[in-house]
């Protein structure tokens, strides 16, 4: 099995509401992964969590804030978006090199 | 800095074979994927390649290595509808950052 999950599957927001994505595996993977992908542009990674800890920001603005609660769970909490943060927001999780993607939430800043 | 390049779009005849090609600039990879991605999914590896290998076969897929000219592809034998996506190639380098670089994806679409 390797299955990453994500909710919500379709997330629509305003600039000044606060949500969060979730994403979930019960791989036993201890590294977690968020990437960004804009329209017809690969992912883009923008953090990453090894044993829980925060190993990898790559400079992504403070109203995306990461939170991984336990190892088998990643959040993303979203705050005074932009609608250029409109995009497909993936989760992913690896236990060696081989990282395994969910399906992505579709976000719409508003 | 590390950079990985792609051909925009492929068009083939179901039955047909298909080869992507993907060209990569950092010496220092040693782990080679492709994902695919169906509209509005998430990604799917469907393969990958160490780079002390030259050629990996699994099933309907083929992954040739080419470390001097550091290009990878894959061919995808008796393609089906089934196989339109877009393709990403992907490297991770030794640097320990377990972060993936991909290229731009290939369209690849299949014409019955």
């Known amino acids: 099995d390797t299955e990453v999950t994500q909710t919500p599957k379709h997330l629509v927001m305003g600039m000044t509401n606060k949500k969060s994505l979730k994403c979930e595996q019960h791989m036993g993977h201890r590294a977690m992964y968020w990437y960004k992908q804009k329209a017809k542009k690969p992912p883009e990674l923008m953090f990453v969590?090894?044993?829980?800890?925060?190993?990898i920001n790559e400079s992504v603005p403070s109203r995306f804030s990461p939170e991984c609660p336990n190892s088998s769970l990643l959040n993303l909490h979203l705050h005074a978006l932009q609608p250029e943060d409109s995009a497909l927001y993936l989760c992913?999780?690896?236990?060696?090199?081989?990282?395994?993607f969910g399906p992505g939430t579709r976000l719409t800043v508003t | 800095g590390e950079d990985v390049e792609q051909s925009l779009f492929l068009s083939v005849r179901e039955g047909d074979s298909s080869v992507i090609n993907c060209t990569y600039t950092d010496s220092s990879s040693t782990y080679l994927y492709w994902y695919k991605q169906e509209p509005g999914a998430g990604l799917q590896l469907l393969t990958y390649?160490?780079?002390?290998?030259d050629m990996k076969q699994d099933q309907r897929l083929t992954v040739l290595l080419n470390k001097k000219d550091k290009h990878l592809s894959l061919r995808i034998a008796d393609t089906q509808t089934g196989d339109s996506a877009i393709y990403f190639c992907?490297?991770?380098?030794?640097?320990?950052?377990?972060?993936?670089?991909f290229g731009s994806g290939t369209r690849l679409q299949v014409q019955p």
């Open positions: 992907a490297e991770i380098s030794d640097t320990g950052r377990r972060a993936l670089t």
């Open positions: 992913a999780s690896s236990h060696s090199h081989e990282q395994y």
């Open positions: 969590y090894s044993y829980e800890k925060l190993s």
């Open positions: 390649i160490f780079s002390n290998m």
